[in-house]
């Protein structure tokens, strides 16, 4: 199974942006998805997550009320729409995934270790 995500560029900031992330080599749509971002210099850290149902989704605080996750399991791809952007969201952005445990509590959707597929990751770049 491979993740494919795509969406990124050079925005300015207050802009928007979409990123996608199709999973291919497999039928199955139970997967927990979701974002991280590394900028330059930093830790990879948290975006948001996403149920395989869509009735659960977490956020990182500094992007609530800016970004949406959101997902369409016919072809097992999750979205975040990233409005409002800012400079500081500046990073790669990678897409994960985990057809492992489809009822993965919210709680641990923030850990890098409850996903077991990693994307290549798209840049997205905020100009001031």
């Known amino acids: 199974v491979q993740l494919q995500a795509s969406g990124g560029g050079l925005v300015q900031a207050g802009g928007s942006l979409r990123l996608s992330c199709a999973a291919s080599?497999?039928?199955?749509?139970?997967?927990?998805m979701g974002w991280f971002r590394q900028a330059p210099g930093k830790e990879r850290e948290f975006v948001s997550g996403?149920?395989?149902?869509?009735?659960?989704?977490t956020y990182a605080d500094f992007v609530k009320a800016r970004f949406t996750i959101s997902r369409d399991n016919a072809k097992i791809t999750v979205y975040l729409q990233m409005n409002s952007l800012k400079p500081e969201d500046t990073a790669v952005y990678y897409c994960?995934?985990?057809?492992?445990?489809?009822?993965?509590?919210?709680?641990?959707?923030?850990?890098?270790?409850?996903?077991?597929?990693w994307g290549q990751g798209t840049q997205v770049t905020v100009s001031s």
């Open positions: 996403i149920s395989w149902s869509s009735d659960r989704m």
């Open positions: 994960v995934a985990d057809p492992t445990r489809p009822f993965l509590d919210t709680r641990y959707y923030t850990s890098a270790t409850s996903y077991s597929l």
């Open positions: 080599g497999d039928t199955f749509s139970r997967y927990v």
